[in-house]
């Protein structure tokens, strides 16, 4: 019997490849120290680059423990554990006791730090709005309705991960 090349999987592997690049494309601007630097200027605030991504998480997040702020943010959890107590020292998040395991502690944003990402989502909206301006809004939706259902597909592909991680994305 000879193997017949299976055209449906020929167009996927394409899409895929397309998909990765753009995602690849995402990640890399959305890691760049120039994007941290522009959002922390729009915003209006002052803080270090090297923490802003750390504030946004939590704040997302949180109440979130430091090993896995620091698998999100690609960094090594002793130095993520000292750029929080910088965080904290600012007043801008708070330490604790994790709820399930007091020997975590996880990282709570404080109403300081609520205030300082209210103004980058500000910007942030302001950006990306200019970005998304000569979209048609049905394009706008539908990347809207498919790009949270396309992260828990990638959480739910990789080995270990948890499938609810994110239920909200739903």
Do not use: C, Y
């Amino acid at each position: 019997m000879t193997a017949r090349k299976n055209v449906h999987n020929t167009h996927m592997t394409g899409q895929l490849r397309l998909l990765h690049g753009a995602v690849l494309d995402i990640v890399g601007m959305m890691n760049g120290p120039q994007r941290d630097e522009a959002m922390i200027r729009a915003a209006g605030i002052r803080l270090d680059r090297a923490l802003f991504p750390l504030l946004v998480l939590i704040e997302r997040f949180g109440p979130i423990g430091v090993v896995e702020l620091a698998d999100r943010v690609g960094r090594d959890h002793t130095t993520v554990s000292r750029q929080l107590a910088k965080l904290e020292g600012l007043d801008l998040i708070e330490r604790r006791s994790g709820a399930a395991d007091r020997r975590v502690r996880e990282a709570v944003i404080r109403p300081t730090g609520k205030a300082m990402t209210d103004r980058i989502d500000e910007a942030r909206e302001r950006i990306l709005s200019a970005g998304f301006a000569g979209w048609p809004q049905e394009d706008l939706d539908t990347l809207v309705r498919l790009l949270p259902k396309f992260a828990q597909a990638m959480r739910d592909s990789l080995p270990g991960e948890s499938t609810d991680q994110r239920d909200d994305d739903q």
